[in-house]
């Protein structure tokens, strides 16, 4: 069996996930790959925080280049988060010569084009599954199957933890404060929820699916954009009454004319609409293709089990092309 080695950038809470989706799922992963997969170098400066896994400490490195310059490594995962250094990283191993996999929308949807050509000129892959809805396949599906569609509206909620504060807000009545305050405890929400409650989160993602689906990419900071941070419980009420409930919709639309329309802020939707039935931290994205008609993706947007679920699929696809 060939042997398929991987140098990851960031052990934090995805990387641990994904670290431990390979560890838990090994056969299945190598059967499906046609390879022995390793995990041989970590980038990571904090060694010795607890993780529950069991990683060898001659694997950590603490500069990128260890792994960017090891002949024996092939394919990169990176899933540091923020935009850079992690956009800088991810174009360092693409010119590398090292296939990519990601889970992290806002380096990817800051510097999209930048990075798809860094891979097409270097001829390697860049994958990028789990940077929208988590362990939901919606990417892929999106660009195979559904390939021989006019893809002409999005409908997402694509932050789990906008979706989870207006859900409970609106089944139990509360406060946004209130609400947030438990999501932040139940550890939903990050110590700092600015760019998910901001809908900045929500904003890349849709980034990244209008440049796959209308080939028309547009930078997260030219969304129009608006989080749920004014919502309050009398909003809510007065949308319930109408038969509606409030969601933080990432929107996107191809006109009759071609134009398309954007953008990321909570809209009220019908009760009785397929997103209506999204509760708690979980995602959707709703599509309408020209052919196919009207589908949904549903299933957990986040998390690291979910994430890594998607993340060594992605690794798996490419190590069965390689
Ligand atoms: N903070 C994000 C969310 C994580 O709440 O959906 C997944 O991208």
Do not use: W
Request: proline share 5%; hydrophobic share 40%; aromatic share 6%.
């Amino acid at each position: 069996m060939k042997q398929i080695n991987i140098g990851l950038l960031g052990l934090g809470n995805i990387g641990t996930g994904t670290y431990k989706v390979l560890e838990t799922n090994r056969r299945e992963i190598e059967e499906a790959a046609g390879a022995s997969v390793q995990i041989t170098k970590i980038l990571e400066k904090d060694i010795d925080r607890p993780r529950d896994i069991d990683v060898p400490r001659e694997r950590f490195v603490s500069d990128a280049e260890e792994i960017f310059s090891d002949p024996d490594i092939h394919i990169v995962i990176e899933l540091l988060g923020g935009v850079e250094p992690a956009a800088t990283l991810m174009e360092r191993a693409l010119c590398s010569g090292k296939h990519v996999v990601t889970a992290n929308k806002a380096a990817l949807a800051a510097n999209f084009d930048r990075l798809m050509k860094a891979a097409k000129d270097h001829g390697v892959t860049l994958r990028f599954e789990a940077s929208v809805g988590g362990g939901i396949p919606v990417l892929t599906p999106l660009t195979s199957c559904l390939r021989a569609n006019k893809f002409t509206r999005i409908l997402g909620i694509v932050n789990g933890t906008t979706n989870y504060i207006l859900d409970k807000m609106t089944l139990e009545g509360l406060p946004y404060e209130e609400v947030l305050k438990d999501a932040q405890e139940k550890g939903f929400a990050e110590a700092d929820p600015t760019a998910d409650v901001e809908g900045i989160d929500a904003a890349n993602k849709l980034s990244i699916l209008m440049a796959l689906m209308f080939n028309h990419y547009v930078h997260p900071d030219d969304i129009p954009t608006k989080g749920i941070t004014d919502i309050t419980k009398e909003d809510i009420e007065a949308a319930k009454k109408d038969g509606n409930l409030i969601k933080l919709i990432a929107y996107a639309e191809v006109m009759e004319d071609g134009e398309i329309k954007y953008e990321v802020r909570p809209m009220r939707i019908i009760e009785t609409h397929p997103l209506g039935g999204v509760h708690r931290e979980y995602n959707a994205v709703f599509v309408e293709g020209n052919v196919v008609g009207n589908l949904m993706f549903y299933g957990p947007g986040a998390g690291p089990l979910p994430t890594g679920s998607a993340v060594m699929g992605d690794v798996i696809e490419i190590v069965k092309a390689m």
